[in-house]
């Protein structure tokens, strides 16, 4: 056979050393968001019977509808408000991992607007890293999803942090994010964590090694996706 046939013939079959996955895009999702490769290779964390290994960091409802990460965590820099979550909960076709507060919000509002996010149907609450102990402990008290709580810190005191609840570590500590992962990791073996992974894959791939079950991707924004569109429509 020749050299060209047998090329021809290694792309008609799938090797059979690699698992050959069939894929369906369509025309009108064919542009949508990918997250990066590289995720799949952490382990995820399950919840529910789902495991998750890709969170898209965004409250933008038509990102939302066009991306594939596995799940949304839904935190953003005002106060958490409950048409908030429940936008985002009837646009995900995806777990919703709802930001309720921890830092300017926080005591029994936290602990209200927590409940209120299980009932809507979010998949785990998110707190941010001034969140106290005592709140932590008080959520744990009233919910049966993850309690997500932020690290933001080097000098954080994780092992405090479990002990009040949390089930699920959110680190966020910028370039020191992957150390700050390796660190608790080789403190605690066993404990779940998301991490930012940057924006590079190189970054991201950092951070799974360094121990994150789970990455955050932030995805460009809808105004920088439309301007690639606008230069295209008008061929500049």
């Not at 005002?78 to 985002?88: D, E, G, R, S, Y």
Request: a neutral charge.
């Amino acid at each position: 056979m020749c050299p060209e046939n047998q090329e021809a013939e290694r792309l008609e079959r799938p090797d059979k050393t690699e698992k050959f996955v069939p894929e369906y895009r369509g025309n009108l999702r064919d542009h949508m968001i990918e997250i990066p490769r590289c995720i799949a290779q952490a382990s995820g964390i399950r919840i529910f019977g789902r495991r998750i290994k890709s969170l898209v960091f965004t409250t933008d409802v038509a990102i939302i509808r066009n991306i594939n990460a596995d799940a949304v965590i839904a935190v953003y820099p005002f106060t958490p408000q409950p048409a908030i979550t429940h936008a985002v909960l009837t646009a995900a076709e995806m777990p919703v991992f709802s930001g309720v507060g921890g830092g300017i919000t926080s005591g029994a509002r936290v602990v209200n607007l927590a409940m209120d996010a299980e009932a809507l149907g979010a998949a785990a609450v998110v707190v941010n890293a001034p969140t106290s102990n005592e709140c932590i402990g008080r959520l744990k008290e009233v919910i049966d999803i993850p309690v997500v709580v932020t690290v933001a810190r080097m000098d954080t005191d994780i092992a405090s942090r479990l002990a009040a609840g949390a089930d699920i570590l959110n680190v966020s500590a910028a370039e020191k994010t992957a150390e700050l992962v390796r660190r608790i990791r080789a403190e605690f073996p066993r404990v779940p964590i998301i991490a930012t992974g940057g924006s590079t894959e190189e970054t991201i791939a950092r951070t799974i090694d360094a121990g994150a079950n789970a990455i955050t991707y932030t995805p460009p924004t809808s105004a920088a996706l439309f301007r690639e569109l606008m230069v295209k429509y008008r061929g500049d």
